[in-house]
């Protein structure tokens, strides 16, 4: 079956302090991943996706094939990373399925 | 310049109602899509469009109709409005059928009362 999971519907991390959103799915073919951002009451953004490997905003992510997971990570949150993170799983039917979201909130 | 447009932004209509929500992309894109965003803050999708043909078509129920006039445009009518398709609903669009991800509307919040 395919699915994304993201454990932690609610995570709070204080200003500066590294922060770790995780994402783990379930396919059997070959994973296109993606987080995407919402900030309160916009558009959801495309943050990065991890055939590009970039760094966007600070945020980084890597796809463990192993463990199947495609975690993101900064490793100094900011008051404005404050927000909803989608991962996102892209098969081989062109669709996109998301998980759950995580709600990050910075505490100053 | 907004790439993809949404209206209306916000919707609320009584029970059994019929309404429409419409999108549109200058992106060039050739996909577009309709995803739902229930008050848990949960993503669904509903529909795919490629150069106006359906490709992707949820187990959404038939009262939900999409149409896409032409692949910059992919609109949503729903008939018989009920409490339960109160949600945020996105359009979305995307070239080589999301491979590069996606580009979203601002949403349309629809409150059925």
């Known amino acids: 079956a395919q699915r994304v999971t993201q454990p932690e519907k609610l995570l709070s991390v204080f200003k500066g302090a590294p922060v770790e959103l995780k994402c783990n799915y379930s396919?059997?073919?070959?994973?296109?991943l993606f987080w995407y951002v919402q900030y309160s009451r916009q558009r959801l953004q495309l943050l990065l996706r991890h055939i590009s490997r970039e760094s966007i905003k600070g945020f980084t992510a890597d796809l463990n094939k192993g463990e199947t997971s495609f975690h993101l990570k900064k490793p100094f949150a900011q008051e404005e990373d404050s927000a909803m993170y989608y991962c996102a799983l892209r098969t081989s039917y062109d669709k996109v399925i998301f998980g759950p979201g995580t709600s990050l909130s910075v505490i100053p | 310049d907004t790439a993809v447009s949404q209206t209306p932004k916000y919707l609320v209509t009584q029970m059994g109602n019929d309404k429409s929500i419409k999108c549109e992309q200058n992106l060039g894109h050739d996909t577009m899509y309709w995803y739902k965003q229930d008050s848990k803050k949960f993503l669904k999708i509903m529909f795919s469009?490629?150069?106006?043909?359906?490709?992707i078509n949820e187990t959404v129920p038939n009262r939900f109709s999409p149409k896409s006039p032409d692949k910059a445009h992919l609109n949503l009518h729903i008939n018989s409005l009920e409490l339960g398709d109160s949600a945020v609903y996105f359009c979305?669009?995307?070239?080589?059928?999301?491979?590069?991800?996606?580009?979203f509307g601002s949403g349309t919040r629809l409150t059925v009362v």
């Open positions: 396919y059997s073919g070959s994973p296109e």
């Open positions: 469009y490629n150069n106006k043909e359906l490709i």
């Open positions: 979305a669009s995307s070239q080589a059928l999301g491979a590069y991800g996606y580009t």
